[in-house]
């Protein structure tokens, strides 16, 4: 796994932490984490941006969550999938990394790590909002 996937899913361990240990803020769980297992610096630094940056943006990113999950409140996304979608929308709305890249490696992370229909419900919400935030290329 290359330095963007791992940092990536470091990112969605260290928001769900965050989601869950609040009012901890994700630098004290990031130092938590770093001091149970050891990976280059690189892997971390991208996985605090992408988890710091995400934890900022929090409020931003839960309203367009709340828009794209019809019929869904927030309280009723589990935390898990909550950090995925975060982390996704962050870096697709924030970052100059290719959309398709970030849908499919959360989609997977929801496949490994969450529940049965998880990566279904993520890649809606990310698909939705894709169809009507993102101008269409000629290209796709």
Request: glycine share 4%; aromatic share 10%.
């Amino acid at each position: 796994m290359g330095k963007r996937s791992t940092g990536r899913k470091l990112a969605m361990q260290l928001l769900y932490q965050s989601e869950m240990r609040q009012p901890l803020e994700p630098q004290l769980v990031a130092e938590l984490f770093w001091e149970q297992f050891e990976f280059s610096e690189p892997v971390k630094e991208w996985a605090m941006e992408l988890t710091l940056a995400a934890w900022q943006r929090k409020q931003d990113l839960d309203d367009v969550i709340q828009t794209y999950s019809i019929g869904w409140s927030l309280k009723r996304i589990h935390p898990l999938d909550k950090s995925l979608l975060r982390l996704a929308l962050y870096e697709i709305i924030h970052t100059p990394t290719d959309h398709k890249i970030v849908i499919n490696e959360v989609v997977e992370l929801a496949k490994r790590y969450s529940g049965e229909e998880s990566s279904k419900f993520i890649n809606g919400i990310l698909g939705s909002y894709l169809s009507t935030c993102l101008p269409v290329s000629s290209e796709d």
